[in-house]
């Protein structure tokens, strides 16, 4: 049996692999195209969910409406994401798009009508600090930016929805992310066709970009989505917020600096230490939300 503190270490180890994957994925979605490589690797990840389902011989169409909902916010988290990393780069990707866990309680208030708290106001007006100096003092957001604050919101989204259709005893985490993975391959699809007209048009070239695209679904999308739905059936889904919100950004910086030598200077590391703070605050708003 799962306990509290080691589905917390969960939420870390998960926070660390998606904050690295910014890294490794950034050559191949670069090659590839944003939505090219969101299709195939929620793709692969989708076949290999739908196998263990059935091998566990469970109901594939079971809780398939939360799964859809979980899926369309999920789509634009992933897409919009992809779309920010091959324009911004790591960094930029893992603090901008992880200001969504200071969004949580905004939109926790307009749809769930939570309630809101001083510090979540603070941590927002923080986080627009750290943005401005982030962004060279000028408030200049460049395409990929924009694409990234719009994966942030679906990503608080996702972390509301999550924690409503989770907490629940006949909880079945596999399904929701089979059905939710299905639902991103299928928009992910809809766009590549538009672009190129057909399945047969879409750069893949070689087993080697199989080999990779599948290491990586693996690695990046089935094992820590899989870890922190495991780990909701103990914490309650906003702990991946809570954990992630810290861990998932400096580690993204961490490996964006080591390996491929994405250095900050002046007013954008000034931003850098200020988007920080607003997520340290934002990690306690969220706690005492609960």
């Given at each position: 049996?799962?306990?509290?503190?080691?589905?917390?270490?969960?939420?870390i180890?998960?926070?660390?692999?998606?904050g690295?994957?910014?890294?490794?994925?950034?050559?191949?979605?670069?090659?590839?195209?944003?939505?090219?490589?969101?299709f195939?690797?929620?793709?692969?990840?989708?076949?290999?969910?739908?196998?263990?389902?059935?091998?566990?011989?469970?109901?594939?169409?079971y809780?398939?409406?939360?799964?859809?909902?979980?899926?369309?916010?999920?789509?634009?988290?992933?897409?919009?994401?992809?779309?920010?990393?091959?324009l911004?780069?790591?960094?930029?990707?893992?603090?901008?798009?992880?200001?969504?866990?200071?969004?949580v309680?905004?939109?926790?208030?307009?749809v769930?009508?939570?309630?809101?708290?001083?510090?979540?106001l603070?941590?927002?007006?923080?986080s627009?600090?750290?943005l401005?100096?982030?962004?060279?003092?000028?408030?200049?957001?460049?395409?990929?930016s924009?694409?990234?604050?719009?994966?942030?919101?679906f990503?608080?989204?996702y972390?509301?929805?999550?924690?409503?259709?989770?907490?629940?005893?006949?909880?079945?985490?596999?399904?929701?992310?089979l059905?939710?993975?299905?639902?991103?391959?299928?928009?992910?699809?809809?766009f590549?066709?538009?672009d190129?007209?057909s399945f047969?048009m879409?750069?893949?070239?070689?087993?080697?970009?199989?080999?990779?695209l599948?290491?990586?679904?693996?690695?990046?999308?089935?094992?820590?989505?899989?870890?922190?739905?495991?780990?909701?059936?103990?914490?309650?889904?906003?702990?991946?917020?809570?954990?992630?919100?810290?861990?998932?950004p400096?580690?993204?910086a961490?490996?964006?600096?080591?390996?491929?030598?994405?250095?900050?200077?002046g007013?954008?590391?000034?931003?850098?230490?200020?988007?920080?703070?607003?997520?340290?605050?934002?990690?306690y708003?969220?706690?005492k939300?609960?």
């Amino acid at each position: 049996m799962i306990n509290k503190l080691y589905s917390h270490l969960l939420f870390i180890a998960a926070g660390i692999i998606w904050g690295a994957s910014f890294t490794y994925q950034l050559e191949i979605v670069k090659t590839l195209g944003a939505i090219n490589y969101t299709f195939y690797t929620f793709t692969f990840s989708t076949l290999i969910l739908l196998v263990i389902v059935m091998l566990k011989r469970d109901k594939i169409l079971y809780r398939w409406r939360s799964g859809l909902l979980l899926g369309l916010t999920l789509a634009g988290l992933e897409i919009f994401q992809m779309l920010g990393l091959k324009l911004s780069g790591a960094t930029s990707t893992a603090f901008l798009s992880n200001l969504g866990m200071i969004l949580v309680p905004f939109l926790g208030a307009l749809v769930f009508r939570h309630k809101l708290k001083k510090v979540h106001l603070a941590s927002l007006g923080v986080s627009l600090v750290g943005l401005y100096y982030f962004t060279g003092a000028n408030f200049k957001l460049d395409l990929g930016s924009h694409y990234l604050l719009i994966s942030a919101l679906f990503m608080a989204l996702y972390f509301l929805f999550s924690e409503k259709f989770e907490d629940r005893v006949d909880n079945k985490p596999i399904n929701l992310l089979l059905h939710s993975f299905f639902i991103i391959s299928i928009i992910s699809f809809y766009f590549v066709y538009q672009d190129y007209g057909s399945f047969d048009m879409m750069p893949i070239y070689d087993m080697t970009t199989y080999k990779v695209l599948i290491f990586q679904a693996i690695l990046f999308t089935l094992i820590p989505y899989s870890l922190i739905h495991y780990a909701s059936k103990v914490s309650r889904d906003m702990d991946i917020a809570v954990f992630g919100g810290m861990v998932e950004p400096l580690s993204g910086a961490a490996f964006a600096y080591y390996i491929l030598g994405e250095r900050l200077v002046g007013t954008e590391l000034i931003g850098l230490y200020i988007l920080i703070l607003a997520f340290a605050m934002g990690v306690y708003g969220i706690n005492k939300r609960r």
